[in-house]
């Protein structure tokens, strides 16, 4: 390079030089044209290699792209529930308010706040005294009245006789009869306000009204309580079993059995992760209209809540078995791709495209994606079960890509950090 230099600039000044007398700068200007031809053509033979020459490389050409490393599994075919998903509201189907249905005082609270109660148990102890003391008093007057009842008794026997001996008029017999008679009422009378007086009694005792859980204390030991007290000593409310109310939409359940009136469909509700399985139990109603403001019904399921995992008041996800797909094809959901033209995967193939048998590649398929549950989706249309798809090495695959079948393919190479960011 450093010679092709010289010999341009030596030649140059030879040509101005002689640019003063030029009838003697035209040999000059053909020499110095060989000289750089010759030069240049020295050059390039230097940098330019023969493909037969001892010593020399030929031209590198492209070498072949090493198989793509890619994970496949085998499209299953087994029972593929068909299910509905929609969040729900826990609800309880009984929640009570306890009140006093007396006034008086409160002289005991016999629970703990959390506690679980069974239907009858004692929950607090209202002033009894007062009521005891009138229900005393209502069997007095009945004793009272009692004694009239006998007096009267004996004194209607007595003109009853005398009356056979015309020592009495039938009209003073006719009065103690009427005397007797009402005796008789008031002595029910009396009852009736001894049993109203015992029922008064029995409400200084208040009962849990049916077996749950009670919440907190809303009524302190010593206050004053009264029946129309808009305030409850405590709220109770069942946990087992329990409900949960979903709304789906109108048209997906107008699809399914449940239209049919099939209302015992199982139904599984999870927490909000999706994974955690709460409980399981069977829908018991739809409701009978459909909401026009957002075109969705309303369903109610029951669940035991054996491990109280189901508080009322708190969001589950569900999922209603509508239906069971007995020969469904399922894929991994990592293997399903998303394209301009639609769902599809890779699906590996013994060979190459190009007609030979060694090895394998992918071919890219359209199919019809249904539900997807569990890590897996349901494919329509467009696979059958046992073919391979490639469930991860996805970012190297076009059609006809050839692969290598591993267990773990290689991570995607990363982008370069910029020059800024690398460590000095």
Do not use: C
Not at 23 to 36: D, I
Not at 175 to 183: D, I, N, P, S
Not at 258 to 280: C, N
Not at 366 to 374: D, E, F, N
């Amino acid at each position: 390079m450093r010679g092709f230099a010289w010999g341009l600039v030596a030649g140059l000044t030879v040509a101005v030089g002689t640019l003063v007398a030029w009838p003697q700068a035209v040999p000059v200007l053909a020499s110095v044209r060989e000289q750089l031809q010759t030069q240049w053509q020295e050059r390039w033979a230097a940098r330019r290699p023969s493909p037969g020459e001892p010593g020399r490389e030929a031209e590198p050409r492209p070498a072949p792209a090493d198989p793509a490393r890619v994970a496949v599994e085998a499209a299953r075919s087994g029972e593929v529930p068909i299910t509905l998903s929609g969040i729900g509201t826990v609800q309880a189907y009984n929640t009570i308010s306890v009140r006093s249905r007396i006034d008086g005082e409160v002289t005991r609270i016999l629970f703990r706040e959390g506690q679980d109660v069974k239907a009858g148990e004692p929950l607090a102890i209202i002033d009894p005294r007062p009521l005891q003391a009138q229900l005393d008093q209502q069997e007095a007057t009945r004793l009272k009245d009692q004694a009239l009842l006998d007096g009267a008794l004996l004194d209607l026997q007595r003109s009853e006789a005398l009356v056979l001996k015309s020592f009495a008029s039938q009209q003073q017999v006719d009065q103690q009869r009427a005397l007797v008679a009402q005796y008789r009422a008031q002595i029910k009378s009396d009852e009736a306000q001894i049993a109203y007086a015992r029922t008064q009694l029995a409400y200084t005792t208040i009962a849990a009204p049916l077996t749950g859980r009670t919440g907190m204390r809303l009524v302190d030991q010593g206050n004053y309580v009264r029946a129309g007290d808009a305030a409850a000593i405590v709220v109770v409310t069942q946990l087992q079993p329990i409900s949960v109310v979903f709304t789906l939409p109108a048209s997906a359940v107008a699809r399914s059995r449940l239209s049919l009136g099939e209302v015992r469909a199982p139904v599984r509700v999870f927490a909000a992760d999706e994974r955690t399985l709460l409980d399981a139990g069977t829908v018991e109603l739809v409701d009978n209209q459909v909401d026009p403001a957002t075109g969705t019904i309303k369903l109610k399921a029951s669940f035991p809540n054996a491990q109280l995992t189901l508080w009322p008041g708190n969001f589950v996800n569900g999922r209603i078995t509508v239906d069971i797909r007995p020969q469904g094809v399922t894929i991994p959901l990592t293997a399903l791709r998303h394209g301009p033209r639609g769902d599809f995967v890779f699906v590996a193939l013994e060979g190459q495209k190009d007609g030979r048998k060694d090895g394998f590649h992918v071919a890219t398929r359209s199919i019809t994606p249904g539900q997807a549950s569990g890590g897996r989706v349901l494919v329509e249309k467009g696979l059958k079960a046992g073919e391979r798809v490639v469930t991860e090495g996805h970012y190297r695959l076009e059609n006809g890509t050839p692969v290598t079948l591993v267990d773990k393919p290689e991570p995607p190479p990363r982008p370069a950090e910029p020059a800024s960011r690398r460590p000095s």
